[in-house]
T-cell receptor
Framework: KAGVTQTPRYLIKTRGQQVTLSCSPISGHRSVSWYQQTPGQGLQFLFEYFSETQRNKGNFPGRFSGRQFSNSRSEMNVSTLELGDSALYLC??????????????FGQGTRLTVV | DAKTTQPNSMESNEEEPVHLPCNHSTISGTDYIHWYRQLPSQGPEYVIHGLTSNVNNRMASLAIAEDRKSSTLILHRATLRDAAVYYCILGSGANNLFFGTGTRLTVIP
């Protein structure tokens, strides 16, 4: 079964622009989460979607947003890009948000560079 | 969110057992203990998780203290492929994980 697919793998954007990243979860998984990884801050939780609804949100400004479609695919958007947004953005999927026997599968990530 | 404390780094010789500790003194009754690892240039990978009892799977074992304030991830025979950053995470959900800084494991051939 195919894993979590993130596109694009690499992206270079200019300060002030906006960017949209895409994530296709494992077939049958309905929970999708996004994480940001930087050398300084480590891995930080952005938000989690389940059945097209945002369930949880990390401590990020409103420039970071996301959505989930009826087929469970998810996109995250960052507007008015800043140099500090340069990071590896990781998507993770799981069957459901919680409960015993549930864990998340991560994609390879999208490397965003803001210049 | 409940916090975890892990050593920054550990070393192990290849083919020897490795015990990776994690302290979580503020764990709540509904928090599961999750372990993930991240190999270089890859996304995190699930290793194991548990609530109260010790757990075993094909990758590792998880030993949970009786008071649940600490746990230990056990790799029975370290291989070079096990060199990674290991994260101990608390949470009731499977997919809203708050990662700490983790333990960087170096495996010496």
């Amino acid at each position: 079964k195919a894993g979590v697919t993130q596109t694009p793998r690499y992206l270079i954007k200019t300060r002030g622009q906006q960017v949209t990243l895409s994530c296709s979860p494992i077939s049958g998984h309905r929970s999708v989460s996004w994480y940001q990884q930087t050398p300084g801050q480590g891995l930080q939780f952005l938000f989690e979607y389940f059945s097209e609804t945002q369930r949880n949100k990390g401590n990020f400004p409103g420039r970071f947003s996301g959505r989930q479609f009826s087929n469970s695919r998810s996109e995250m958007n960052v507007s008015t890009l800043e140099l500090g947004d340069s990071a590896l953005y990781l998507c993770a999927s799981s069957h459901t948000p919680g409960g015993p026997g549930r864990w998340a599968f991560f994609g390879q990530g999208t490397r965003l560079t803001v210049v | 969110d409940a916090k975890t404390t892990q050593p920054n780094s550990m070393e192990s010789n290849e083919e020897e057992p490795v015990h990776l500790p994690c302290n979580h003194s503020t764990i709540s009754g509904t928090d599961y203990i999750h372990w993930y690892r991240q190999l270089p240039s890859q996304g995190p990978e699930y290793v194991i998780h548990g609530l109260t009892s010790n757990v075993n799977n094909r990758m590792a074992s998880l030993a949970i203290a009786e008071d649940r304030k600490s746990s230990t991830l056990i790799l029975h025979r370290a291989t070079l492929r096990d060199a990674a950053v290991y994260y101990c995470i608390l949470g009731s959900g499977a997919n809203n994980l708050f990662f700490g800084t983790g333990t960087r494991l170096t495996v010496i051939p």
